[in-house]
């Protein structure tokens, strides 16, 4: 099914829709459980790896996005707000391995909707600085157009994380 | 000696100098004007920029003038086709992982 994908630099948000021909509790399932989300959550050939998930307000997911190389890049997502099977909300960070988080961070909040038998994902990604998305996406920029696709698949990684 | 990007953006010195270079080409004192830190600790930080190749050096008469290497902003609709086809592949392995489990719950 078609995905949407909108950048709205006004706002700072990133904004992915997309329906699956699943049912609910299926599809919150695969975003809220820990063997689940590491199975889909890193694009191949990289890998997730999730070291601890509490998922419940306050809790959080401290989980390293893995190069097939075994370069681990860490983030910590911290649950602010849990309404099952319609939304949560946390606040994404990257870190080090000793959990240290990098700021700033990011706001993601995610939707759940069912409508016969199809269920549709909003998720929206709010960065409190546009100039920090930016400067990434630039240095993304240089340096796949150095053909370094190796450091841009990290970089990728580090982002969507 | 190759460094790695991530380096170069995880300190945030770093960071401000390459938001100031963003704006203009600028010597490593007029940059160290902008920090609560020495001109040495400034050059240190450019020496890092440099050898990622995130900024180039530039002599005009007797001043270096560092300036950052980037390209223009049309390119980042490049990175974000990027990002995007990230996210298709990562919802193709989420469908792949539904289809798994919906099966495993049929057949119990």
């Not at chain 1, 990434?136 to 053909?147: D, H, P, S």
């Not at chain 2, 992982?97 to 719950?105: D, E, R, S």
Request: proline share 3%.
């Amino acid at each position: 099914m078609q995905m949407d994908f909108i950048v709205d630099k006004q706002t700072k948000t990133v904004s992915i829709t997309k329906e699956f021909e699943y049912n609910l509790s299926l599809v919150w399932a695969a975003f809220t459980k820990p063997e689940l989300l590491d199975q889909w959550w890193a694009p191949k050939p990289w890998t997730s790896r999730t070291k601890v998930m509490d998922f419940k307000v306050g809790g959080r997911r401290f989980y390293a996005m893995v190069s097939p190389e075994g370069n681990e890049r860490w983030a910590v997502q911290k649950y602010t707000s849990i309404t099952p099977k319609t939304n949560f909300k946390f606040f994404n960070a990257f870190a080090d391995k000793d959990e240290n988080p990098e700021l700033p961070g990011s706001d993601w909040d995610l939707n759940f909707s069912e409508q016969d038998g199809t269920t549709r994902v909003s998720i929206s990604i709010y960065n409190e600085s546009l100039e920090r998305l930016e400067r990434m996406i630039e240095l993304g920029f240089v340096e796949g157009a150095k053909a370094q696709l190796k450091n841009l698949e990290e970089l990728l990684a580090k982002l969507l994380q | 000696m190759r460094r790695d990007v991530f380096q170069a953006i995880a300190d945030p010195t770093r960071r401000g100098i390459i938001a100031l270079l963003a704006l203009q080409a600028m010597t490593p004192n007029a940059l160290a004007e902008h920090f609560h830190t020495t001109r040495q600790a400034v050059s240190k930080h450019l020496r890092i920029l440099t050898e990622c190749e995130l900024v180039k050096q530039e002599h005009q008469g007797r001043e270096i003038y560092y300036q950052l290497e980037i390209e223009k902003m049309k390119e980042i609709d490049k990175w974000l086709e990027q990002y995007r086809k990230i996210w298709e592949t990562r919802f193709t392995q989420l469908d792949d992982v539904l289809a798994t489990i919906k099966k495993q719950k049929d057949e119990k």
